[in-house]
């Protein structure tokens, strides 16, 4: 077959789970290649959730591991240097007949030897507690919002009984004379890592009052940042470096998808794609229709087909391309009108917080 060298439009409809393509040659006004190329998305059925999240959890789970064994490591090493442990092995930390938890408990009111020292401390260091960098992350995740109240309710139950610290409530209160630890997916006996913090200092303060030579300042100081050290959220530079470029700006970053730009331009496409189906060919939107709506969806929270069809006054046989209107095959009478449109969510979600802070808006 011989072709000929024609100027010619491609058109690419990419979607999550299919890609249409059609091939025009405008001077000839006709169609020269048409198809939609449809495949799974790349997320499970049921949940919906990324296929690679198992994998992205597996090596969560091996960073963690591999933090806190380099984390008991330094304080190996630092408990030698300082003449509490004589080498680091697991029996330096062990104390026979006895528990840390009991450790913990009456390094309050006695002097510890120095292998039960070095017991609760590991213990402390090594079984550190909860702490969250995510503000409001008990709203998202369901898993942090049961630790969160776990954390309270142990706090409350500190109170309550007038226990001093996280280890002697665990090591005295019948709630948990069957386990110390969170199991079988129930995280009441979660515990916070700055009561855990409190828990330390106290015990160091005890240990110095009662004559140990081994709980002075700066070691107590070194062994608190071991207990507390967490990797900072990425903000300025190093945050920068994780955003990308935009494609057609090479000199600007990829704007936010929680922006106005971004929430912005994904409605203004809407918009270009909406079309008005009448008695003739589909129409787009004219200049004085486009104005009518154009800032909608930023003066209220949702915007339906419905609620567009009353701003541009349409007529009872014009409908919407984006629509099906089918019938319902339950047998209910529904009015796909009623649908969303669009919702510009970060916006509202931005402009609510600045209302709550008592900000106004330009």
């Known amino acids: 077959m011989q072709t000929r060298n024609l100027p010619y439009t491609l ?29 799974d998305k790349a997320e499970t059925a049921k ?3 990324a296929l690679n999240k198992i994998r992205r959890d597996s090596r969560l789970t091996r960073r963690r591991v591999r933090r806190r064994a380099h984390r008991m490591l330094r304080l190996a090493r630092l408990m030698k240097r300082v003449g509490l442990i004589a080498n680091a092995t697991p029996e330096a930390f062990a104390v026979p007949g006895s528990s840390p938890w009991v450790m913990r ?57 007038e226990y001093r610290t996280v280890g002697e409530l665990a090591a005295r209160h019948a709630d948990f004379a069957g386990a110390k630890r969170n199991k079988a997916g129930s995280y009441r006996h979660t515990f916070a890592r700055s009561d855990l913090g409190r828990e330390l200092n106290l015990l160091f303060e005890r240990q110095r009052a009662l004559g140990s030579a081994l709980a002075d300042t700066a070691f107590q100081a ?21 955003i990308g470029k ?7 970053f990829r704007a936010p998808r929680a922006g106005y730009r971004a929430e912005r331009f994904v409605w203004l496409s809407k918009l270009n794609n909406l079309k ?15 104005r009518a709506i154009i800032n909608l969806p930023f003066l209220q929270a949702r915007v339906t087909f419905r609620q567009v069809r009353a701003v541009l006054d349409l007529n009872a046989s014009e409908r919407f391309n984006l629509l099906s209107y089918r019938a319902d095959t339950t047998g209910e009478e529904k009015n796909p009108e009623a649908s969303l449109f669009f919702e510009a969510k970060s916006f509202h979600r931005l402009r609510k917080a600045y209302e709550t802070a008592g900000l106004t808006r330009c």
């Not at 550190?128 to 960098?133: D, E, V």
């Not at 008005?276 to 486009?290: C, F, M, Q, T």
């Open 222 to 242: 070194q062994v608190h940042c071991l207990l507390i050290a967490q990797r900072p959220a990425l903000s300025g530079a190093d945050l920068l470096k994780m």
């Open 47 to 49: 949940e919906g959730e």
């Open 105 to 161: 408990a009456e390094g309050l009111d006695r002097l510890l030897e120095p292998n039960e020292w070095a017991s609760a401390l590991y213990h402390l260091v090594k079984h550190r507690g909860f702490q969250s960098n995510r503000k409001s992350a008990s709203k998202t995740d369901e898993k942090v919002g049961q630790m969160l109240s776990g954390v309270a309710r142990n706090q409350a139950l500190m109170a309550e009984a």
């Open 11 to 39: 058109g690419l409809d990419i979607g999550m789970a299919s890609v249409g393509a059609a091939l025009l040659l405008p001077d000839e006004q006709r169609i020269l290649a048409l198809h939609v190329r449809t495949f």
């Open 276 to 290: 008005i189906v009448g008695a003739g060919d589909p129409r787009p939107l004219n200049d004085s229709e486009r």
């Open 246 to 252: 935009c494609t057609f700006e090479k000199g600007e």
